[in-house]
């Protein structure tokens, strides 16, 4: 299985002064991204979660090209996007599209959804007729679940789901190899949110695309993801099958994730051992030295502050970037 | 897969849509402040257009009989033909009046239009690319704001001589200042907004965001905009006017018939005054409304 998409290593740094800014001096620059490394193989899904301020958006924008990375490289069907030529970059770009976080606030207001939709044919694909895209964008629409019939009406006219689908609809009509949603359904009511996280289930399978999830939400990024990425300050902290994410995770900050999440039974939430992480995200502009973990962390060592823990192999596709935590109970029994 | 399965014929009637500028259009009907005073701008048009017509006089003749008894015979009366009486040469003001509104709406509209032209585009490309290159332009624009332009004008104006042109470079040097400031305050707002974010990452070319994703969102901000600023330049064309540096005889704006008519007031002639008056405060109240009906209508949830 060759990966469609690798990210090797790659840091980006921004500058204190605005804007990521290569050249000015290390004191006033801090890393939102460091050392991270992934691999995406065809028509699978990774989710990653992480606190806000975690890098998860910084990653995905680096990957879109949006943010330059000061060191590492991005690898796309083994042809390296740092390297290639614009040209070439702009060909890749139409093989990947996003998905926004605020449904209404990604579609332009003065636009009716047709033209929106069309956008990217328009873009890539200059030669198109209009009655090529006309039907295009009809098809697409239909696909996602928006009646055709609506072309002619103005965002502001549809209901935050609705939006959403046509976000989905425009990310999709120039048949992209990989989506990446960034907080797909953090802006929904959470009867809509199942319905369009279903849908981009069927959509990958239906055209075998590959999707990034960036979600807090662990329940649908369980769901949908085929293996989790769980980031912390710009590091990985843990990357493990998203089926084995309950069982055996156990990094502490990923236990930490998963037990703030509520239960909605009020016995079984009080009876419940709170072991969630106190205090806030440290400060970027001075993060902790060695793991960036340490400060909340409740297994915490003297060591932890020396030298940054290697993300190490845990298990059959788990890899781990905490030494001193117990071993994956499930792996201990079993 | 999608296939082909829909045909173009296939498709069901497109359902039309509500822009947002048919909303704001409905909005603007049910204020009836901003009607009127579009009503009201309409007539003076008309007026300034077709005014002439309805008189026999021209804006330049003489009438012989009325001059040196201006107070009695000039007076206006719809039996001489002399509808707003005559000005202190004999000349009908009715005509020169509707002369003078069409030079100061002419020169309000190009004022405007400059702003619109140039600030629009000066501050969409600031704001766009930003760093530097907004740096610099918009520091340059403050340079030019802190020159005292009246004051250059009227230097201008007194060693070139009095000239249209040299009026309207005068107002376009000042009308497109404040509209740059504004539009790049504008653009660097909409600029960080997700949509144009989703452009760029789609690899829409700039040139192509900034026509099609930012200024369709500027529009509404620059029409309220350039309104409000119409009459700014009317009054300066008429201060200008005032000193008697702008407008040249036998040509007349609001401006200058409204210098002439003050200078005659203690001869028993206040129509000379009134009528011009009355017509340049109508077309300033009238855009002031306007555009400000025109604001709340494009942004119903700003309204206080």
Known sequence: MTALLEVDNVTVEFSLRGGPVPGSPSRDRFAALEGVSLELAERETLGIVGESGSGKTTLVRAIVGMVPIQKGRIVWKGSDLSGTDPDSRRRIRKDMSMIFQNPLASLNPRMTIGQIIAEPCQVHEPHASRAEIRRRVAETMERVGLAPALVNRY????????????????????????????????????????????LLKQLQDEFGISLI????????????????????????MEMLPSGHLLQNSCHPYTRALIESVPIPDPSIQKAREMRTIKGELPSMRNPPSGCRFTTRCPIARDRCGDSRPALLEAGPGHWLACPYCDPPPGLKTG | MISSRLQPESLPEPEPGRSLWQD??????????????????????????????????????????????VETAGRPALGSGHYFGTDQLGRDLFVRTAHGVRVSLMVGIIGALIAIVVGTLYGTIAGYVGGRTDNIMMRTVDVIMSIPYMFVLIILLVIFGQSMILLFVGIGLVSWLDMARIVRGQTLSIKNREFVESAVVIGVPPALIILRHILPNLVGVVIVYATLLIPNMIIFESFISFLGLGIQEPNTSLGVLISEGASQMQYGVLWQLGFPLFFFIVIQFGFFFLGDGIRDALDPKDRH
């Open chain 2, 24 to 69: 704001a259009r409905r909005r603007i009907r049910q204020n009836p402040v901003a009607m009127t005073s579009f009503l009201a701008l309409v007539l003076i048009g008309a007026f300034a257009v077709l005014g002439p017509l309805l008189s026999d006089w021209s804006s330049e003749d003489i009438n012989w009989n009325v001059l040196g008894n």
């Open chain 1, 155 to 198: 965002p502001h006219e549809f209901s935050g789901g609705q939006c959403q689908r046509v976000g989905i609809a425009r990310a999709l009509i120039g048949r992209p190899k990989l989506i990446i949603c960034d907080e797909p359904v953090a802006a929904l009511d959470v009867s809509i949110r199942a319905q369009i996280v279903n």
């Open chain 1, 213 to 236: 999830m960036i979600s807090h939400d662990l329940s649908v990024i369980r769901h949908v993801s085929h293996r989790i990425m769980v980031m912390y300050l710009g590091h990985v």
